[in-house]
């Protein structure tokens, strides 16, 4: 299942990623620039669909209620990690 959501999160990063992609180009005209935007939004997209297939699952097993526990958590951890990882690509790619 988790495989599987992984899955649909990169296909609907990808798809993102070509609007973000262009639309960045035309904006900022930094083909850096887009590139850093476009990769982060796959990677966004893929990771938060992981952890949401993932949190409830962890949850259900420790014996918790996965309503209760996934959406505060799921937010929390993704809004954080998903700038982490857009700085981790603007860093590697834009060499700052």
């Not at 590139?35 to 259900?60: D, K, M, S």
């Amino acid at each position: 299942m988790i495989a599987r959501e992984f899955a649909s999160g990169l296909l609907l990063g990808l798809l993102l990623a070509l609007v973000a992609f262009g639309f960045a180009l035309l904006v900022g005209r930094a083909v850096n620039l887009a590139a850093v935007v476009a990769l982060a939004v796959v990677a966004v997209c893929a990771w938060a669909n992981t952890i949401g297939a993932a949190v409830p699952l962890v949850a259900q097993r420790l014996g918790l209620d996965p309503a209760l526990v996934s959406a505060p958590l799921i937010t929390t951890l993704v809004d954080a990690t998903g700038l982490a990882i857009y700085l981790v690509i603007a860093t590697a790619l834009l060499g700052l």
